[in-house]
């Protein structure tokens, strides 16, 4: 701003000093040389009077003393012929009878007019005086035109301007420096604090108002920023938000946890995230068409990226992508399709077995003494596909998570009856099972408590070795109950111990057959224990017998 306030400075100066210069020359040069013709019309009648009084001797004299440097004198008769001139031979100079001012004072007494010399550098001026006589009298005297008088002064103009300039600058430069240091030190963050020039009063509340705008913009930004930051960081979901470009613009800490990013993801290239080339085809997808949707295995867990495309004004602006963790809906899917299929197996198998034994007696074919075998054969498959069923009904009771009534339970008497009633197949398999510990006073669901000891006592007797032992303990805590149950059978080895609670898995399939076994019985137990907000833990190695824990809380 400085230099362009010295540069305003200088543009005008330098050429008002110029034009200024020129006026007053203009106007000197017609002052003086309206004198000069004064004068030269008060020599001319000076001059007029003599040659009237004295005649040709007063010129021949003039024209002798004449150095060429003053007037000169001219004799011209009435025809137009140069009688006498005192400065050239007057028979050698042409007819003057066409001449302005000779013309004028033919006629009117006396005459004036003023010539140019072909350069323009020179002017003439005359002045004409009819005599007594009837010849003219002119007088003429030459000086530098305007135009000459101006190149003449040429060099001192120039010497004149480049002072001028100098001073010029050297003022506008200290002039300048004064009007913008108030500039300089205006207070823009307090615009009505400042005491400076008048004028800008209107510029410094605009400003003002501006501010607070600006400020009542900012704190509506930040508190929808904030609100954006704690809606986007609680969500479980990924949410990742590029430009048209696929640089990222943000991401929540759900989405960073996800992809493997630091704290500052902001800038980053997308692609140099996640190089997987499926994801960048979903995004161009949607960059393209509006949406696409993929579902992919990230850190052991499986997925779906939902991308859209964000417009502003009609034209892509960027995208925004949401990461969905469906890993429990993928499979409770794939645990709905195989407890479908395993039903289904566990159905036929019985059923299958109860109609070739009915169609074997029905035809006829089993001997006598072989139709009690037979009808004992579809009894028992009968009862087996009676506690398929029940077992069944049970988990689909439980998945639906239906409010079942609770009372105050012992599980020790639990424990007691359930233990007295699995008595003749412990005394079958020679084991011995034993009860101990505190009396585990809980609120819960009595039939779902009867569940969980049945399935684990009857599972630690079936798959005990003979003459081995179960050992039932109960402790009550604080805010919580602890059932263990205990034995010293087969064991299970470490690949089955996530799936032991699956519905419908065995270690041993020969051997659960053999026994009588669903498949379901752990899976209840699991389901019961979730039921009452508790936790199930299992320990165990092949031959050295298994530890089941199940906590329990108390309310």
Known sequence: MTRKIFRSILAVVIPVLLISFLVITCWMYNYFGTIQEEQLRDELNLAAAAVNNIGEDYLQAVSEKSDGDHYRLTWIGADGTVLLD???????????????EIQEALIYGTGSSSRHSSTLMEKTLYEAKKLDDGTVLRISVSHAAIAGLVLGLVAPILVIAVLAAVLAAFLAK???KRVVEPLNELNLEQPLENDTYEELSPLLHRIHAQHQQISEQLHVLRQKTDEFDQITGSMKEGLVLLDRKGMVLT???????????????SGMDFMTIDR???MNAAIEKAMRTGHSEIRAVRNGREYQFDISRIESDGAAAGAVLLAFDVTEQANAEKNRREFSANVSHELKTPLQSIIGSAELLGSGLVKKEDVPRFIGHIRTEASRLV???????RLSQ???GGEMKKEECSLHSVAAEVISALEPMASEKHVTVSLEGDQGRIHGVSRLFHEILINLCENAIKYNVDGGTVKVT?????????????????GIAPEHHS???ERFYRVDKSHSRQSGGTGLGLSIVKHAVLYHQGKISLQSKEGKGTVVEVVLPRQ
Do not use: Q
Request: proline share 2%; hydrophobic share 40%; aromatic share 4%.
């Open 251 to 265: 991401m929540n800490p759900a989405a960073k946890e996800l992809f493997a990013v630091g704290a500052v993801s």
């Open 276 to 278: 997987r080339h499926d």
């Open 387 to 393: 506690t398929l069923v029940d077992d069944i009904i």
């Open 398 to 400: 439980l998945d639906e």
């Open 474 to 490: 109960i402790a009550d805590r604080e805010k919580e109950t602890v059932l263990t149950v205990a034995d010293s059978g087969i």
């Open 174 to 176: 200290r002039m300048a």
């Open 499 to 501: 799936r032991v609670f």
């Open 86 to 100: 005192t400065e050239a031979d007057a028979g050698e100079m042409e007819n003057h009878s066409n001449r302005e």
